[in-house]
C-alpha cells in the first residue's frame, strides 16, 4: 500500500504518487546520509565504531518514543505526555528495586506503569471526548507530578549493578586480556538497548503493516467516521495506540534510568518534543492517515546524528536547539511541498 | 405490489431530532424482499437520517425498527450488518489514505491462518468485484484519495454488495458516475432484486426512479408525504409530493384510471 509498485502503465495519478510516497522518505535518507558525510569530514572520530554506537545507544531512546508517538500520529492524536510518562515509569522501576523487588518484575512493573497512563489518555480522549492535545497535557503534568512527588524529587540511586545491564550491557562484547594485565575492547558489542529499539522496530512495522489493528489505525486517523460506519472499533483502536505509546515510553524510561543507574525523576523533559519531531521529518502527518515506522527510525537518526555531530564540533545545546527546531519546519515544509504536486 | 412475505424491513414511527430541528418526523415505512423502493425528497428532507437510522450509523430519537418481523435495536453499524443490512453512504464513507482493497475490506479484512492481513487475497476478490462494476478500474493499490469521483462510489458499492446483503440501502449511489456505469449499477440493482434482496434507493434521479422501482416513499421535511405503487403516480405527481408535500388536488391512482 504505500509503495506503488505496479502502478498502472502510464497512468498519471499512479506515476505521481510514485514519486510522491517515496520522496519524502528519499529526502529524508539524503539528509541522513549529508549530515554523515559532513560530520565524518568534520571530525574522523565520528566515523569510529566507538562513536557509532554511541550515536545508536542515543538514538535508541527517542526512537522508542518515537515509534509509540506514530501509532498516535496516525490516529490523527498526539501524545505530549511521553517524556513525563518515561520518568514516572523508571521511577516506579526504581522505587521498586529499592523496594527488595527483582529487576526484572520491577521493570515491568515500570512498563505497565506506563501503559496505564496511555490507557488513562485513551480513555479520557474517548470516552470524556477531550481533544488529544489536551488530555495528554494533562497526563504530561500528572505523570511529571507523581515521579516528583513518589521521590521528593530526589534521584533514586544505589540501585545495584543489575539495574545497570539493560542500559549498559551488550552483546558479542569482545575483551581480551593483554600481557600487561590491562584488558583490551577487541569489539564493544551491540548494546543492548539498540537490539531492543530494532525488535520493537520490527514488531510496531509488522503490527502497522500486516496486523488488522495496524489497518484500522490508519483507517481511524484517515477518516474516524468512515471508519466507524465501516465497523471499526475506532475508540478501542485509539486507546491501543495510546497504551502503545505509554508502555513504549515505560520502556524507554527504564533504558534511559538503567544507563544512569539511577531514577531521575526530573528526566525526560521535552522528549515528547523529539519524539514528535522524529515522525514528522520521517513524513507522519499530523492530520493522521500518514506515517510509518521506517521513516520515524530515519527521523530519530537525524535527530541523534545531528546532536552528536554538533557536539562533536563543540557546538552549544542551545545552537542544537535551534537547528533541530529548523529542521523539523524544513521536514514539515517539504513534506508540504509534495502534498501539493 | 403487496407481498405475502413479512417484511424484510419495517420502520414505524421514526423519529430524529436534532435539538429543535426535527430531521425525522414520525416515519414509518415497509421493504419486502425483492422489492425496490426509492426514498425522495428535496434536500434536508431527512431522507439520509432515515437510511443512517436504519444502517445503525445513528440513533434515532424514537420508533421502533422490525426486521423480518422481530424488533431490533441498532447501537452501532456492525449491528445492522449483522443482520445483513448493507449501506452506500451518500457520503461513500472511505479512508482516503487506504487503497481499494483495504477500504472493500475495512472492518472485515480477510486474514490468513496466522491473522495476519490476506492483502494479496483481498486483492484478488477487490479486483474480482470492481470489474463488474467498471471494468475499467485498474489503479487498485493507489490510495483511494488519488481516484476519481465516480470510481470512489464504484468502491462503495462494492463495499455493500461483495458481503451476505439482504437489505441494500443506496443512498445516492451514481450521482457521481458516468452513463455506462450507472446502467451497469441499475442491471446491478436488478440482479440483486431477482435475488430476493430488498432496495432502498435514495435519488433525485427521475428517471431512475421510474425505471427501477416498485414503489415510492417521499419525504418533506421530515413528514413522510406520500407513499405509492410506482404505476399510481407520474412524474409530476411526485415532482409535487416532494416540492408542495401533497399530490395534485386532482389527482386519482393512475392505474386505477387505466383500468377504467
Ligand atoms: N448530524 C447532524 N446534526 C445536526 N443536524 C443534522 C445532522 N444531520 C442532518 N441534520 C439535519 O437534518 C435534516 C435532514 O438531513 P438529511 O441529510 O437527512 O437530508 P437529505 O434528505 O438526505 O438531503 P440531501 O438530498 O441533500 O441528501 C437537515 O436539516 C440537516 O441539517
Ligand atoms: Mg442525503
Given at each position: 500500500m504505500t509503495e506503488a509498485t505496479q502502478a498502472g502503465g502510464g497512468e498519471t495519478a499512479g506515476a505521481l504518487k510514485f514519486s510522491a510516497d517515496t520522496f519524502h522518505r528519499l529526502t529524508a535518507l539524503m539528509t541522513l546520509a549529508l549530515l554523515i558525510v559532513v560530520f565524518a569530514f568534520g571530525n574522523?572520530?565520528?566515523?569510529s565504531v566507538n562513536n557509532g554506537l554511541t550515536v545508536l545507544l542515543q538514538t535508541s531512546v527517542i526512537g522508542l518514543l518515537g515509534i509509540g508517538m506514530t501509532m498516535v500520529i496516525i490516529t490523527g492524536g498526539i501524545d505530549l505526555s511521553v517524556g513525563s510518562v518515561l520518568a514516572l515509569s523508571g521511577v516506579i522501576t526504581g522505587l521498586s528495586v529499592k523496594a527488595g523487588l527483582p529487576v526484572i518484575p520491577a521493570m515491568m512493573l515500570g512498563v505497565v506503569t506506563g501503559a496505564l497512563c496511555g490507557a488513562f489518555n485513551g480513555f479520557v480522549i474517548t470516552?470524556?471526548?477531550?481533544?488529544p492535545f489536551v488530555a495528554t497535557l494533562g497526563m504530561m503534568l500528572i505523570a511529571r507530578g507523581l515521579a516528583l512527588q513518589l521521590t521528593g524529587a530526589a534521584p533514586v540511586s544505589g540501585l545495584g549493578e543489575p539495574f545497570g545491564i539493560l542500559g549498559n550491557g551488550s552483546l558479542f562484547r569482545v575483551v581480551e586480556l593483554r600481557e600487561n594485565g590491562f584488558p583490551r575492547v577487541v569489539f564493544p558489542g551491540i548494546p543492548y538497548p539498540v537490539i531492543l529499539l530494532v525488535i520493537v522496530a520490527a514488531a510496531a512495522a509488522y503490527l502497522l503493516r500486516r496486523r488488522q489493528l495496524g489497518r484500522h489505525i490508519y483507517a481511524t486517523g484517515s477518516n474516524e467516521e468512515a471508519a466507524r460506519l465501516a465497523g471499526v472499533l475506532v475508540d478501542r483502536t485509539k486507546i491501543m495506540a495510546y497504551v502503545m505509546s505509554g508502555a513504549l515510553a515505560g520502556l524507554a524510561g527504564n533504558v534511559l534510568m538503567s544507563r544512569l543507574v539511577t531514577a531521575q525523576?526530573?528526566?525526560?523533559?521535552?522528549?515528547e518534543l523529539d519524539a514528535i519531531a522524529a515522525a514528522v521529518i520521517g513524513?507522519?502527518?499530523?492530520?493522521?492517515?500518514v506515517g510509518g515506522i521506517s521513516g520515524t527510525m530515519i527521523g530519530a537518526f537525524i535527530i541523534g546524528i545531528l546532536r552528536n555531530g554538533l557536539n562533536m564540533a563543540g557546538v552549544s545545546a542551545f545552537i542544537q536547539q535551534i537547528v533541530i527546531g529548523f529542521v523539523v519546519i524544513g521536514a514539515v515544509w517539504i513534506d508540504q511541498l509534495r502534498n501539493r504536486n | 405490489m403487496t407481498s405475502p412475505a413479512p417484511p424484510l424491513v419495517e420502520m414505524i414511527g421514526i423519529e430524529k431530532h436534532f435539538g429543535g430541528v426535527h430531521?425525522?418526523?414520525g416515519v414509518s415505512l415497509k421493504l419486502f424482499p425483492g422489492e425496490i423502493v426509492g426514498v425522495l425528497g428535496h434536500n434536508g428532507a431527512g431522507k439520509s437520517c432515515l437510511m443512517r437510522i436504519l444502517s445503525g450509523a445513528m440513533l434515532p430519537t424514537g420508533g421502533e425498527i422490525r426486521i423480518r418481523g422481530k424488533t431490533v435495536s441498532f447501537d452501532s453499524p456492525n449491528d445492522a450488518r449483522d443482520l445483513g443490512i448493507e449501506t452506500i453512504y451518500q457520503t461513500l464513507?472511505?479512508?482516503?489514505?487506504?487503497d481499494a482493497p483495504a477500504n472493500l475490506f475495512l472492518g472485515r479484512e480477510i486474514k490468513t491462518r496466522?491473522?495476519?492481513?490476506d492483502d494479496a487475497r483481498m486483492l484478488s476478490e477487490a479486483r474480482k468485484v470492481l470489474a463488474t462494476l467498471n471494468?475499467?478500474?485498474?489503479?487498485?493499490?493507489?490510495?483511494?484519495?488519488?481516484?476519481?469521483g465516480g470510481q470512489r462510489q464504484v468502491i462503495a458499492i462494492a463495499r455493500a454488495i461483495y458481503?451476505?446483503?439482504k437489505v441494500l440501502i443506496m443512498d445516492?449511489?451514481?450521482?457521481?458516475?458516468?452513463p455506462s456505469e450507472t446502467a451497469m449499477v441499475a442491471d446491478l440493482v436488478r440482479r440483486l432484486k431477482a435475488q430476493g434482496i430488498g432496495i432502498l434507493l435514495v435519488s433525485h434521479d427521475m428517471h431512475d426512479v421510474f425505471e427501477l422501482c416498485d414503489r415510492v416513499v417521499v419525504m418533506n421535511k421530515g413528514n413522510l408525504v406520500g407513499e405509492h405503487?410506482?404505476?399510481?403516480?407520474?412524474k409530476d405527481d411526485i415532482l409535487s409530493l416532494i416540492i408542495k408535500g401533497e399530490l395534485p388536488l386532482?389527482?386519482?391512482?393512475r392505474s386505477a384510471e387505466m383500468a377504467q
Open positions: 574522523a572520530a565520528f566515523l470516552r470524556m471526548r477531550i481533544t525523576p526530573s528526566e525526560g523533559v521535552m522528549y513524513g507522519a502527518s499530523l492530520m493522521g492517515g | 430531521a425525522v418526523n464513507a472511505l479512508a482516503d489514505h487506504l496466522f491473522g495476519n492481513l471494468p475499467n478500474f485498474r489503479n487498485l493499490t493507489d490510495p483511494v484519495l488519488s481516484l476519481s458481503f451476505d446483503v445516492e449511489p451514481t450521482a457521481a458516475l458516468g405503487d410506482i404505476e399510481d403516480v407520474t386532482d389527482w386519482t391512482p
